[in-house]
T-cell receptor, first 113, second 113 residues
Framework: DVKVTQSSRYLVKRTGEKVFLECVQD?????MFWYRQDPGLGLRLIYF???????EKGDIPEGYSVSREKKERFSLILESASTNQTSMYLC????????????FGPGTRLTVT | TQLLEQSPQFLSIQEGENLTVYCNSS?????LQWYRQEPGEGPVLLVT?????EVKKLKRLTFQFGDARKDSSLHITAAQPGDTGLYLC?????????????FGKGTHLIIQP
């Protein structure tokens, strides 16, 4: 079974703090993705990576950065958290030569106060 | 950005009824996935369809890919309370999925006992 784990299920941070969200997958997938999910807006792609040390901006990269130092790990960084970054954050991974099927982690519910 | 329109957005029906959820686009997809997401969890992959006109069955769930690979439907027969959740369709436009998926905003389904 594909397993994608995220470092925290729930996180509460203060405005201006630096926040790290970590994602680890155990299926040797090349592609990894970070999304945020908000009511009425659906899933929105923040960043993705198709290889170690490679990253591509998604639809809403502003205020976020990412790091992929190892194939299995993809980190999302909020440099200075703001209240409008309160959201559900979802990590996913997929095979490079697959059908595009993505496997998701359980999500991190981040609240910025 | 390519769009996937899902309908209906919300659906609440009684246990035992049948229902169909639709996923439509003006774009052609190389593959299309359906996911189910429960509150507070990440989406879980249900099925992938690849060939135009393809029909796949998963117990009481029937998935169909349109002949032109632009649309899809999910039909549930004799719905059960355990079918409650957010159903998401997602399309890949490149083989390998390196560019990610285009997600619909989802159909919130409630099956009342």
């Amino acid at each position: 079974d594909v397993k994608v784990t995220q470092s925290s299920r729930y996180l509460v941070k203060r405005t201006g703090e630096k926040v790290f969200l970590e994602c680890v997958q155990d299926m040797d997938h090349e592609n990894m993705f970070w999304y945020r999910q908000d009511p009425g807006l659906g899933l929105r792609l923040i960043y993705f990576s198709y290889d170690v040390k490679m990253k591509e901006k998604g639809d809403i990269p502003e205020g976020y950065s990412v790091s992929r130092e190892k194939k299995e790990r993809f980190s999302l960084i909020l440099e200075s958290a703001s209240t409008n970054q309160t959201s559900m954050y979802l990590c996913a991974s997929s095979l490079r030569d697959g059908l595009g099927e993505q496997y998701f982690g359980p999500g991190t519910r981040l609240t910025v106060t | 950005t390519q769009l996937l329109e899902q309908s209906p957005q919300f659906l609440s029906i009684q246990e035992g009824e049948n229902l169909t959820v639709y996923c439509n686009s003006s774009s052609v997809f190389s593959s299309l996935q359906w996911y189910r997401q429960e509150p507070g969890e990440g989406p879980v992959l249900l099925v992938t369809v690849v060939t135009g006109g393809e029909v796949k069955k998963l117990k009481r769930l029937t998935f169909q890919f349109g002949d032109a690979r632009k649309d899809s439907s999910l039909h549930i027969t004799a719905a059960q309370p355990g079918d409650t959740g957010l159903y998401l369709c997602a399309g890949a436009q490149d083989w390998g999925g390196a560019d990610g998926l285009t997600f619909g905003k989802g159909t919130h389904l409630i099956i009342q006992p």
